[in-house]
């Protein structure tokens, strides 16, 4: 029934984890500096980097917060095309198939192919912010902001080329649902990618981890938040989630193929993706 012993549980999940974002969403951005020591930056860096996204592409950042994994995604495909409009005008003599498509495309062509994202997050709070920060960089161009489950996304199938879930899927409830939305949404061909804490390899920097964790992160989410029990909640969400292979495993048994994964900082961090065939 709905009142049954395993449904209690998961519905103060949900419950739990939209107060913890709610509650730091202002600081949030704060706090992943001050917790990571920026190393965060690095992590999302390296997402966009294996990414490597071209012009024209439809990104969906799911659990997507205050925008950091869209911001680097419109940040790099607009790098992309200035490098490639430089190489085009440099190379006027002789240019390439690339440069000719890129000289001879028309403003509505450009327009067309103008790469989109779109930041879905179960939380309005975390999204206000991130809309306000986009507002302030004046990057709001192609991005939009959409409140929505991801174990229930409101989009239709086939749209995506690229879904992306940073630090997000364990705080889903049903990640074996969230796999299989991320699978409907994408279009044949399409990837997905998650960024997630794991399972730290080598077993010293692992208890450094431990004690740096589980004793300085709530420390640090009282200082800075004044919230003991959201960092703590955060710690113990970390420890709960599957390690790098099971949950290669459950991207797989969900329908991806090519699944690979590969550890950040020893495993701190683990990025794994796959394709919709
Ligand atoms: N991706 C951002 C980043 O890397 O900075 C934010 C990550 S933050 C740790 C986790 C986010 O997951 C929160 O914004 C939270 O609201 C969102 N979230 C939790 N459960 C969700 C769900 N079922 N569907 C969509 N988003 C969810």
Redesign the pocket.
């Known amino acids: 029934t709905h009142f049954g012993f395993e449904t209690v549980p998961e519905t103060e999940k949900?419950k739990r984890?939209?107060k913890?974002?709610?509650n730091v969403?202002q600081k949030?951005?704060t706090m992943?500096d001050a917790m990571s020591l920026g190393v965060?930056r690095l992590w999302?860096d390296t997402l966009l980097h294996v990414m490597h996204p071209q012009r024209g592409v439809r990104l969906l950042?799911?659990?997507?917060?205050?925008?950091?994994?869209a911001f680097r995604f419109l940040e790099y495909v607009r790098f992309q095309q200035e490098r490639q409009k430089r190489r085009a005008a440099r190379s006027m003599q002789a240019p390439s198939w690339q440069d000719i498509s890129n000289n001879y495309s028309t403003e509505e062509e450009d327009g067309a192919q103008e790469s989109r994202a779109v930041v879905?997050?179960?939380?309005k709070e975390?999204?206000r912010v991130g809309k306000q920060k986009a507002d302030g960089l004046g990057i709001s161009a192609g991005l939009s902001w959409v409140v929505?489950?991801?174990?229930e996304l409101p989009f239709d199938d086939d749209q995506f080329d690229i879904y992306?879930?940073?630090?997000?899927i364990r705080?889903?409830?049903h990640i074996d649902q969230?796999l299989q939305e991320a699978l409907r949404v994408l279009k044949p061909g399409g990837r997905f990618m998650c960024?997630e804490f794991s399972k730290v390899t080598n077993p010293v920097l692992a208890r450094l981890y431990d004690a740096y964790s589980f004793q300085m992160i709530p420390v640090l989410g009282e200082v800075i938040a004044g919230d003991w029990k959201s960092y703590q909640y955060?710690v113990e969400s970390i420890r709960k989630f599957p390690d790098q292979e099971e949950f290669k495993d459950m991207i797989e048994d969900a329908g991806f193929y090519s699944v690979k994964y590969s550890n950040l900082t020893g495993g701190v961090v683990a990025l794994h993706s796959g394709f919709k065939l």
């Open positions: 949900a984890v939209y913890v974002f709610e969403a949030y951005d992943n965060h999302k950042d799911v659990a997507g917060g205050t925008g950091d994994i879905c997050d179960i939380n975390m999204l929505g489950d991801a174990e992306t879930i940073a630090f997000g705080n889903v409830t969230a960024l955060l």
